[in-house]
T-cell receptor, first 113, second 107 residues
Framework: DGGITQSPKYLFRKEGQNVTLSCEQN?????MYWYRQDPGQGLRLIYY???????QKGDIAEGYSVSREKKESFPLTVTSAQKNPTAFYLC????????????FGEGSRLTVL | GIQVEQSPPDLILQEGANSTLRCNFS?????LQWFHQNPWGQLINLFY???GTKQNGRLSATTVATERYSLLYISSSQTTDSGVYFC?????????FGTGTRLLVSP
């Protein structure tokens, strides 16, 4: 089935460690996004990529890094510079050929101890 | 940047009741989408509706772009409708999410 797969679903890390969250899509979508969600809040955009080997900062990019070496994959690294990394992270994809509907993965919940 | 306000913040319904959720936004947009987040965190796209009216089963949505608001109607609500409903507005590439309406439908 076509879709977006995020892994891991749950992740615990110690302060000061970098963490990489995986996002893979087989929808043949050009654009991919990373959002962060805090309890009781809406989603905030971290990074997005419209095409391979290109990505743009969103509203809260500090302390995060991404790469887009393949169309299907858009991993997010939460670095030790991110001051408050505990959150729910959601990856989404979007085709450029249609209306721009976003499709989301199931999310990764990161807890930093 | 663009501001998005959703109301009400919380809503409790008896199964079978109807409801209307509202999304106000501060600037003209060419992209507006409604999402449902289930209790496990999964976000499902309900509507892409920058203007006009759409219907999908018991759900329908209307956006009046000139007055900068959108409405999501839920008819004959079911317990599976529980969760958080988000409105997101903006450009093709960048959507700004509201803080959501948390809906609880009781049997």
């Amino acid at each position: 089935d076509g879709g977006i797969t995020q892994s891991p679903k749950y992740l615990f890390r110690k302060e000061g460690q970098n963490v990489t969250l995986s996002c893979e899509q087989n929808l043949n979508h050009d654009a991919m996004y990373w959002y962060r969600q805090d309890p009781g809040q809406g989603l905030r955009l971290i990074y997005y990529s419209q095409i391979v080997n290109d990505f743009q900062k969103g509203d809260i990019a500090e302390g995060y890094s991404v790469s887009r070496e393949k169309k299907e994959s858009f991993p997010l690294t939460v670095t030790s510079a991110q001051k408050n990394p505990t959150a729910f992270y959601l990856c989404a994809s979007q085709t450029r050929q249609n209306t721009g509907e976003l499709f989301f993965g199931e999310g990764s919940r990161l807890t930093v101890l | 940047g663009i501001q998005v306000e959703q109301s009400p913040p919380d809503l409790i319904l008896q199964e079978g009741a109807n409801s209307t959720l509202r999304c106000n936004f501060s600037d003209s947009v060419n992209n507006l989408q409604w999402f449902h987040q289930n209790p496990w965190g999964q976000l499902i796209n309900l509507f892409y509706i920058p203007s006009g009216t759409k219907q999908n089963g018991r759900l329908s949505a209307t956006t009046v772009a000139t007055e900068r608001y959108s409405l999501l109607y839920i008819s004959s609500s079911q317990t599976t409708d529980s969760g958080v409903y988000f409105c997101a507005v903006g450009s093709f590439q960048k959507l700004v999410f509201g803080t959501g309406t948390r809906l609880l439908v009781s049997p």
